[in-house]
């Protein structure tokens, strides 16, 4: 079962993050435009998620189909594919930035690139070996 | 791997939509199993096998690289 209650409660706590968001924006409490763009964005996702949520529950058919989407091992090896492959291209595009940094002599956002590298390297062998220990 | 999922499958009079739902995949993963760009877990691969009364190394083709 792909949309159970909990889904559900957090699709409602989005919105209502989402509302709280866009009203202290609006009431100038918060300083960024970013924060309303963001509270919009959580409401409409929110919402998205609560009316899938609603038809999961109603119909057997879009059911049948979403639990297939969601336990089909080719979809479920896809997902973590896609994620190996999205790491290694992040530190790829941060490396060859941090190089870009260090000749264009910006030393700071260098650094944050190459401690942004090793913490996901780090992050990378601490599940590394969580998974060894668990597999 | 190479597999005879289509071959059977056609000799049984099963759409591949049928199969995925027996399965409980999506027929894209029947597809991709078909043409040999994706290999199954040992679950599918026996639960396939179970489905058409056969063995698995009847079904699937192991060839040593």
New interface residues.
Partial sequence: MYYNNKRLALSIFWVVLGIVLLALSVADVLDSSMYAGMGGALIVVGIFQILRNLRYRKSTDYREKID??A?????R?LRMKSWAWTGYIVVLVQCIASVVAMVLGKSEIQQVLLCSVALIVGVYWIAYMILARKY | MKNRIEEIRNEKGIRQEEL??QM???R??IS?LENGR?N??I??AHKIAQFFEMTIEEVFLFEEE
């Fill in positions: 297939t989407e336990g089909d091992e080719r979809n090896f | 995925a739902k409980g995949v999506s894209q993963t991709s994706y199954p877990s679950l599918l």
